[in-house]
């Protein structure tokens, strides 16, 4: 357990984000080795469902090119673009 931990902080990146995601990536650690020792699922429940609110809370939010073409999506192309192409 002590080496998954410890494998786990030292490959994680200033680029990976702050502290709490090695947090949140240590807690999936320990989850996994405790059910793995035989812990019941009721009592791992609490861990779990903190492990789940920091995986909604970190959640990659679409930037605004991503965003623009969700709001194109199935939209007839522009003037613009249809000028643009080969005739």
């Known amino acids: 357990m002590g080496a998954a931990l410890r494998a786990l902080r030292e490959t994680h990146t ?27 699922t009721d009592d791992l429940q609490p861990l779990v469902d903190l492990q789940t609110r920091l ?15 969700d709001r194109r999506h199935k939209s007839a192309p522009s003037p613009v673009l249809l000028a643009r192409a080969p005739r």
């Open 55 to 69: 995986d909604d809370t970190w959640k990659p939010q679409p930037g605004p090119v991503a965003m623009q073409r």
């Open 14 to 40: 200033a680029e990976d984000g702050d502290i709490t995601v090695l947090g949140a990536k240590c807690l999936r650690a320990v989850i996994a080795q405790l059910a793995a020792d035989g812990v019941s």
